[in-house]
């Protein structure tokens, strides 16, 4: 069994927040391939299903963003998942609008939502790194991550989640360098922008 957790804050009010990337990322995941209804356990909100033959748990945490440990934790212990088995969703700053990576491991570049996760559960799991780019002044990040995706994003925002829904099943089966070239060259043929050519997941 696998765990797919995307990060948030769980209010209405910060559902288009580029700090709910992540979020709405498994969103389409549950939309697009048709999981179980949501339930609400483990500090979190739960659906099941399966994805290229594998059984799977969405979830999403409802702790706030640095507490997310508490709910990953809780599902990966009570459905014995391994840490390598779970994959987080999350927005990143240190990569483009639009970019998207994948990467086990490594540090938490001031992500708190990710840094709950690694004191909680430990540093080895799976992160799907979703670009939102930097306000280029580390003083007007918290502003920045906390604010609304813009008007002029929404397209492409939406975008990479159908892309990222689209291409689950490569993460699901355990090939993470094919999930990336499927986003790659599904956001390429919108047309919305170029982005750089897929580079192999971090290890």
Same mark, same amino acid.
């Given at each position: 069994?696998?765990?797919?957790?995307?990060l948030?804050? $769980?209010?209405?009010?910060?559902?288009?927040?580029?700090?709910n990337?992540?979020?709405r =990322?498994?969103?389409?995941?549950h939309r697009?391939?048709?999981?179980g $209804?949501?339930?609400?356990?483990?500090?979190g909100?739960?659906a099941d299903?399966?994805?290229?033959?594998?059984?799977l748990i969405?979830?999403?945490?409802?702790?706030?963003?640095?507490e997310?440990?508490?709910? @990953? =934790?809780?599902a990966?212990?009570?459905?014995?998942i $391994?840490l390598?088995?779970?994959t987080?969703?999350?927005?990143?700053?240190d990569l483009?609008?639009?970019?998207?990576? @994948?990467?086990l491991?490594?540090?938490?570049?001031?992500?708190?939502?990710l840094?709950?996760i690694t004191a909680?559960?430990?540093?080895?799991?799976s992160? @799907?790194r979703?670009?939102i780019?930097h $306000?280029?002044?580390?003083?007007?990040?918290?502003?920045?991550?906390?604010?609304?995706?813009?008007?002029?994003d929404?397209?492409?925002v939406?975008?990479?989640?159908e892309?990222? =829904?689209? =291409?689950a099943e490569?993460?699901?089966?355990g090939?993470?360098e094919?999930?990336?070239?499927r986003v790659?060259?599904k956001?390429?043929?919108?047309?919305?922008?170029?982005?750089a050519?897929?580079?192999?997941?971090a290890?």
């Amino acid at each position: 069994m696998l765990l797919f957790a995307g990060l948030g804050n $769980p209010e209405p009010r910060y559902a288009s927040n580029r700090h709910n990337f992540g979020w709405r =990322a498994v969103e389409a995941i549950h939309r697009r391939h048709r999981f179980g $209804p949501w339930r609400r356990r483990f500090h979190g909100l739960t659906a099941d299903g399966e994805l290229a033959g594998q059984k799977l748990i969405l979830l999403l945490p409802l702790t706030y963003m640095n507490e997310s440990g508490r709910a @990953v =934790a809780e599902a990966s212990h009570f459905f014995k998942i $391994p840490l390598a088995d779970v994959t987080v969703f999350h927005d990143e700053l240190d990569l483009l609008p639009g970019k998207v990576r @994948v990467k086990l491991g490594g540090g938490n570049a001031g992500h708190n939502g990710l840094h709950s996760i690694t004191a909680t559960c430990g540093n080895d799991y799976s992160r @799907v790194r979703l670009g939102i780019g930097h $306000p280029g002044d580390k003083d007007f990040v918290q502003h920045y991550v906390l604010s609304d995706f813009g008007k002029h994003d929404r397209e492409w925002v939406e975008a990479v989640c159908e892309a990222v =829904a689209e =291409a689950a099943e490569f993460l699901a089966i355990g090939r993470p360098e094919e999930f990336q070239n499927r986003v790659h060259l599904k956001l390429v043929g919108t047309g919305l922008f170029e982005p750089a050519e897929p580079d192999k997941p971090a290890a």
